[in-house]
Nanobody, 121 residues
Framework: QVQLVESGGGLVQPGGSLRLSCTAS?????????MSWYRQAPGKERELVAAIGAPGGTTHYADSVKGRFTISRDNEKSTVYLQMNNLKPEDTAAYFCNAFAVVISKEYDYWGQGTQVSVSS
Protein backbone atom coordinates (compact mmCIF):
# COMPACT_ATOMS: atom_id res chain seq x y z
CA GLN A 1 0.00 0.00 0.00
CA VAL A 2 1.41 3.34 -1.09
CA GLN A 3 1.58 5.90 1.68
CA LEU A 4 3.03 9.38 2.22
CA VAL A 5 3.38 10.63 5.79
CA GLU A 6 4.26 14.25 6.51
CA SER A 7 5.72 15.53 9.76
CA GLY A 8 7.47 18.57 11.17
CA GLY A 9 4.67 21.11 11.16
CA GLY A 10 3.90 23.32 14.12
CA LEU A 11 3.57 26.83 15.46
CA VAL A 12 6.48 29.19 14.86
CA GLN A 13 7.04 32.94 15.21
CA PRO A 14 7.60 35.13 12.16
CA GLY A 15 11.20 34.84 11.03
CA GLY A 16 11.50 31.35 12.41
CA SER A 17 12.25 28.08 10.66
CA LEU A 18 10.72 24.65 10.28
CA ARG A 19 11.71 21.53 8.38
CA LEU A 20 8.96 19.36 6.99
CA SER A 21 9.55 15.72 6.15
CA CYS A 22 7.55 13.38 3.96
CA THR A 23 8.37 9.69 4.16
CA ALA A 24 7.10 7.36 1.48
CA SER A 25 6.32 3.68 1.83
CA UNK A 26 5.03 1.10 -0.60
CA UNK A 27 6.84 2.66 -3.58
CA UNK A 28 8.87 0.18 -5.62
CA UNK A 29 11.50 2.77 -6.58
CA UNK A 30 11.12 6.07 -4.75
CA UNK A 31 13.85 7.73 -6.80
CA UNK A 32 11.69 7.49 -9.93
CA UNK A 33 8.98 9.70 -8.46
CA UNK A 34 8.84 13.47 -8.79
CA MET A 35 8.05 14.91 -5.37
CA SER A 36 6.33 18.14 -4.50
CA TRP A 37 5.07 20.15 -1.57
CA TYR A 38 1.73 21.95 -1.84
CA ARG A 39 -0.08 24.08 0.70
CA GLN A 40 -3.64 25.14 1.28
CA ALA A 41 -4.71 28.00 3.49
CA PRO A 42 -8.31 28.30 4.77
CA GLY A 43 -10.59 29.54 2.02
CA LYS A 44 -7.89 29.30 -0.63
CA GLU A 45 -7.01 26.83 -3.33
CA ARG A 46 -4.19 24.37 -2.94
CA GLU A 47 -1.00 25.78 -4.45
CA LEU A 48 2.36 24.34 -5.46
CA VAL A 49 5.14 25.44 -3.12
CA ALA A 50 8.16 23.46 -4.34
CA ALA A 51 8.98 20.46 -6.49
CA ILE A 52 11.98 18.25 -7.09
CA GLY A 53 12.47 15.97 -10.05
CA ALA A 54 13.30 12.30 -10.17
CA PRO A 55 15.84 11.18 -9.05
CA GLY A 56 16.75 14.71 -7.87
CA GLY A 57 18.58 17.88 -8.80
CA THR A 58 15.95 19.80 -10.73
CA THR A 59 13.90 22.02 -8.44
CA HIS A 60 11.10 24.52 -8.83
CA TYR A 61 9.72 27.04 -6.36
CA ALA A 62 6.73 29.30 -6.15
CA ASP A 63 7.79 32.94 -6.38
CA SER A 64 6.44 33.57 -2.89
CA VAL A 65 8.96 31.18 -1.29
CA LYS A 66 12.04 31.58 -3.48
CA GLY A 67 15.11 32.27 -1.39
CA ARG A 68 13.39 31.14 1.81
CA PHE A 69 12.39 27.51 1.21
CA THR A 70 14.55 24.61 0.02
CA ILE A 71 13.28 21.25 -1.18
CA SER A 72 15.54 18.21 -1.07
CA ARG A 73 15.26 14.44 -1.11
CA ASP A 74 17.04 11.43 0.30
CA ASN A 75 16.22 8.50 -1.96
CA GLU A 76 17.87 6.01 0.39
CA LYS A 77 15.41 7.04 3.09
CA SER A 78 12.47 7.52 0.68
CA THR A 79 12.02 10.97 2.16
CA VAL A 80 11.57 14.46 0.80
CA TYR A 81 12.19 17.56 2.89
CA LEU A 82 11.10 21.16 2.86
CA GLN A 83 13.35 23.50 4.80
CA MET A 84 11.43 26.69 5.50
CA ASN A 85 13.33 29.74 6.73
CA ASN A 86 12.26 33.30 7.47
CA LEU A 87 8.67 32.18 7.80
CA LYS A 88 5.92 34.74 7.37
CA PRO A 89 2.30 34.76 8.60
CA GLU A 90 1.17 34.24 5.01
CA ASP A 91 2.97 30.89 5.01
CA THR A 92 0.33 29.60 7.43
CA ALA A 93 -1.37 26.65 5.77
CA ALA A 94 -1.73 22.89 5.70
CA TYR A 95 1.24 21.49 3.79
CA PHE A 96 0.81 18.37 1.66
CA CYS A 97 3.34 16.05 0.09
CA ASN A 98 2.71 14.75 -3.43
CA ALA A 99 4.31 11.99 -5.45
CA PHE A 100 3.88 11.87 -9.21
CA ALA A 101 5.06 9.53 -11.94
CA VAL A 102 4.14 8.48 -15.46
CA VAL A 103 4.43 4.75 -16.12
CA ILE A 104 3.64 3.40 -19.58
CA SER A 105 1.69 6.58 -20.39
CA LYS A 106 -0.41 6.32 -17.24
CA GLU A 107 -0.19 9.00 -14.56
CA TYR A 108 0.11 8.06 -10.90
CA ASP A 109 -0.52 10.69 -8.25
CA TYR A 110 -0.45 10.23 -4.46
CA TRP A 111 -1.01 12.61 -1.56
CA GLY A 112 -0.16 12.66 2.10
CA GLN A 113 -2.59 13.65 4.83
CA GLY A 114 -0.97 17.03 5.45
CA THR A 115 0.78 18.79 8.30
CA GLN A 116 -0.23 22.16 9.70
CA VAL A 117 2.17 25.10 9.71
CA SER A 118 1.14 28.18 11.66
CA VAL A 119 3.22 31.35 11.71
CA SER A 120 2.16 33.81 14.36
CA SER A 121 3.58 35.98 17.10
Amino acid sequence: QVQLVESGGGLVQPGGSLRLSCTASGFTTFSRWAMSWYRQAPGKERELVAAIGAPGGTTHYADSVKGRFTISRDNEKSTVYLQMNNLKPEDTAAYFCNAFAVVISKEYDYWGQGTQVSVSS
